[in-house]
């Protein structure tokens, strides 16, 4: 049975399609977030997985690039840092080459997602 799941993490709806149940981890499709299922009626909720954030931005990072295929630069520890720092200070885990902490450059950012990773090579 096929389930629409809402992700808070890149705020986009994705379908699921295995058997949820309550406390469930489940990967969003879109941006690699974990979330735990937490409302099964009338639809299907679920929230930001609590990890440690180090391990959620690993996670999220290494699951995006399984689900697109993508693979890593040398720079992958850097980058995991600036994020990591990012969401010290900022509460969550907006790009580290941005300026601007929006909501659309939380990592993987709107542009990623929307594929200028394949349309350049590199995400920015």
Aim: a negative charge; one cysteine or more.
């Amino acid at each position: 049975m096929k389930h629409k799941i809402y992700c808070e993490v890149c705020r986009v709806s994705f379908v699921y399609k295995d058997e949820v149940e309550l406390g469930k981890i489940v990967v969003c499709t879109v941006c690699g977030a974990e979330l735990e299922i937490n409302t099964l009626e009338p639809e299907v909720k679920a929230s930001r997985f609590p990890q440690d954030p180090e391990s959620e931005i690993l996670k999220r990072a290494d699951n995006y690039a399984r689900l697109r295929g993508y693979t890593f630069n040398e720079d992958k520890d850097l980058v995991i840092e600036g994020l990591v720092e990012k969401n010290r200070l900022y509460g969550d885990f907006y790009c580290p080459c941005r300026f601007e902490n929006i909501p659309e450059h939380v990592c993987p950012c709107d542009p990623t997602r929307m594929n200028e990773v394949r349309k350049y090579g590199h995400c920015y």
